[in-house]
């Protein structure tokens, strides 16, 4: 299954490409959607729409899955990240592409099996668990890359479990 992470925020959305096939993981892409800071709101919204348009076109993924929104202190940036949310989760639905939506603890718990893990460990895992020889950058790709293996695990999980009863 091709699975595609999205990390929303309005200057910066990572994604990540992953392939997993019986619980192990392929990178395939990731990167960085960028939008100039000096742009409108409406513009920099569009221009998110556009360049997920256009990876999705190319990538072709089976499934998504969006990082939910989670502030605990900075809650200046909830609005513009929930904008972009708000635009990856509409481009997605238009396309009809089945979406899993995940908690940063979530992502953690799936990577690390710890809910409290660091950054610096989240990555580590990313780049053990898609056997790359480096850790991700920048943090908002490794982020995406974090949330498509989280899908994969979620997902792997929910259907074997069903598969058992």
């Not at 991700?136 to 695990?153: F, G, N, Q, V, Y």
Request: net charge neutral; aromatic share 8%.
């Amino acid at each position: 299954m091709i699975i595609l992470g999205l990390d929303p925020g309005t200057a910066i959305t990572g994604y990540g490409l992953i392939e997993a096939v019986a619980g192990s993981y392929r990178l395939l892409n990731y990167g960085c959607i960028r939008t100039e800071p000096g742009h409108s709101d409406a513009a920099r919204l569009l221009k998110l729409h556009e360049d997920l348009c256009f990876l999705l076109d190319a990538a072709r993924p089976e499934q998504v899955a969006v990082e939910k929104l989670f502030f605990n202190r900075n809650t200046t940036t909830a609005v513009p990240v929930g904008q972009a949310r708000g635009v990856l989760l509409l481009t997605c639905a238009q396309r009809d592409l089945p979406i899993g939506e995940y908690t940063p603890l979530e992502v953690k718990q799936a990577l690390t099996g710890y809910g409290r893990a660091d950054k610096k460990q989240i990555q580590y895992m990313v780049a053990k668990l898609l056997r790359m020889k480096e850790i991700p950058k920048p943090d908002d790709a490794a982020d995406a890359l974090a949330i498509a293996i989280t899908h994969a695990h979620y997902y792997r999980n929910a259907h074997l479990w069903k598969e058992g009863q």
